[in-house]
């Protein structure tokens, strides 16, 4: 048998650890790790710090490169599986060639696994296609993005009695959702809060949570939603990426 973690390792601050992600990170033998590109050699640079306090001395460490998403394709569904089935088929081949039987491998997703990611996603692909032979695989949950933007902002995500819904940018562009008075809302890259109207909202925003570059915004939309664009934008062009993620509440 070989045994894949999928190991959460919170939304940035190396302290948002759980101590079953730490006993996890130290069994491991084998770190598989997607290749990010430059642009986010700070995230490698903490991914790093976290292996160099909590992993084995004897850990190796395989990057596997992320293949291209298309994103100007008119099915995004069907584009994100097409990513996903390309992730799988590499991250197949790096187990079969890497992890030897009895070992125990790890791949550390940023924030919670089963939140808005794609890893759980790839290798039950992995295991239910047979692409590698004798693979089990567990998950340790992490601290969210959207739970850290929650205690940065202090404030909960629910109100007595009330949903809360979460959501992307996509999404949110076809209206607010009705129903709801609380919306978190992933990764919007067009800052979709701006073209709701005149309706009465408030706005928690936080990009590069838990970091040090971390940037917290909050209050009506009306007030601070060209604020946000403005830092958004700005960020963005300094370090060549962006992750943020915010919570709309109607008054």
Request: with cysteine; glycine share 10%.
């Amino acid at each position: 048998m070989r045994t894949i973690q999928i190991i959460g390792i919170g939304a940035g601050d190396p302290d948002h650890l759980t101590l079953q992600a730490v006993k996890a990170i130290s069994r491991t033998d084998v770190f598989f790790v997607v290749d990010k590109g430059a642009e986010k050699q700070d995230l490698a640079g903490l991914r790093q710090l976290i292996l160099g306090r909590h992993a084995a001395a004897a850990h190796r460490v395989v990057e596997i490169a992320d293949p291209a998403r298309r994103r100007d394709a008119e099915d995004y569904v069907e584009a994100v599986e097409d990513w996903r089935r390309q992730r799988a088929d590499l991250l197949g081949v790096a187990i079969r060639k890497e992890l030897a039987d009895g070992e125990c491998g790890a791949l550390l997703v940023w924030g919670d696994p089963a939140i808005y990611d794609s890893t759980l996603a790839v290798v039950a692909d992995i295991v239910d296609r047979g692409a590698v032979e004798g693979l089990d695989y567990t998950v340790v949950p992490g601290v969210s993005s959207v739970t850290a933007l929650a205690a940065s902002h202090r404030v909960t995500l629910n109100r007595v009695g009330r949903p809360i819904l979460v959501t992307t940018g996509r999404r949110l562009a076809n209206g607010f959702p009705s129903g709801v008075d609380d919306v978190v809302v992933m990764l919007d890259a067009h800052c979709t809060f701006t073209q709701l109207g005149d309706m009465a909202l408030d706005i928690y925003w936080g990009a590069y949570l838990g970091t040090p570059d971390e940037i917290l915004i909050a209050g009506p939309v009306s007030q601070v939603g060209s604020r946000i664009v403005e830092a958004r934008q700005r960020a963005r062009d300094t370090k060549g990426w962006i992750m943020d993620t915010y919570l709309l509440r109607r008054r």
